[in-house]
């Protein structure tokens, strides 16, 4: 699930690069104010290695090796 996330979040970042999206927005939804711009990668970078830090914490908590011990 974690995974899916993070492909969307990349998607996100990735998708004002596509030549010709803007048009293809405005056809489709007919709303000309709104726009979709690429954010900074200072942005995108602490995300993934927040995620990246947390699913390795959780995997590998000494509370999921005992867990099962009395």
Not at 25 to 38: H, L, M, N, Q, S
Not at 56 to 66: P, T, Y
């Amino acid at each position: 699930m974690v995974g899916l996330l993070l492909v969307l979040l990349v998607l996100l970042y990735v998708t004002p690069a596509i030549p010709g999206w803007d048009e293809f927005r405005r056809a489709v939804t007919g709303i000309d104010f709104i726009k979709v711009r690429r954010f900074p990668t200072e942005w995108l970078y602490p995300l993934v290695f927040a995620w990246m830090t947390l699913i390795v914490a959780l995997k590998h908590s000494i509370w999921r090796g005992w867990r099962w011990r009395s």
